[in-house]
């Protein structure tokens, strides 16, 4: 059974930043595109970052470009996004999300081309 597990969400104060981790259980993540989504209340599920398979290629929502950062480590099947400076806009549920090998970062960011999905974890940006 293939899973996806997020961790590392809460609650910060703007300005702050949260590290979340995204595991697989049952499968590498080695072979698969991966991706962050996030969604709002009142507002539209939205591509945030995704990363290619081979951790080349990286994408991000222009909104969160130069604050947050998608990396992989593989020896630990992992994918981490560290969110800088954050602001109460960011506030949302953050889903993990993987993509077969051949999907390009801006298809699954963008486009939604997704095969797996997380159960998510909350992040509140408040003061």
């Known amino acids: 059974q293939l899973q996806l597990v997020e961790s590392g969400g809460g609650l910060v104060h703007p ?3 949260l590290r979340l981790s995204c595991a697989a259980s049952g499968f590498t ?3 698969y ?3 962050w989504f996030r969604h709002a209340p009142g507002k539209e599920r939205e591509g945030v970052s995704c990363i290619s398979a081979s951790g080349g290629s990286t ?3 222009a909104s ?3 604050r947050f950062t998608i990396s992989r480590d ?3 099947n992992t994918v981490y996004l560290q969110m800088n400076s954050l602001k109460p806009e960011d506030t949302a549920i953050y889903y993990c ?4 090998l051949m999907t390009p970062v801006q298809a699954m960011c963008f486009r939604g081309l997704v095969d797996y999905w997380g159960q998510g974890t909350q992040v509140t940006v408040s003061s």
Do not use: C, E, P, Q
Not at 97 to 100: D, E, L, P, V
């Open 15 to 17: 300005g702050g930043s």
């Open 29 to 31: 993540l080695d072979y």
């Open 33 to 35: 595109t991966i991706g």
């Open 59 to 61: 994408d991000y929502v």
């Open 64 to 66: 969160v470009k130069g």
């Open 74 to 76: 593989y020896a630990k």
């Open 97 to 100: 999300a993987a993509a077969h």
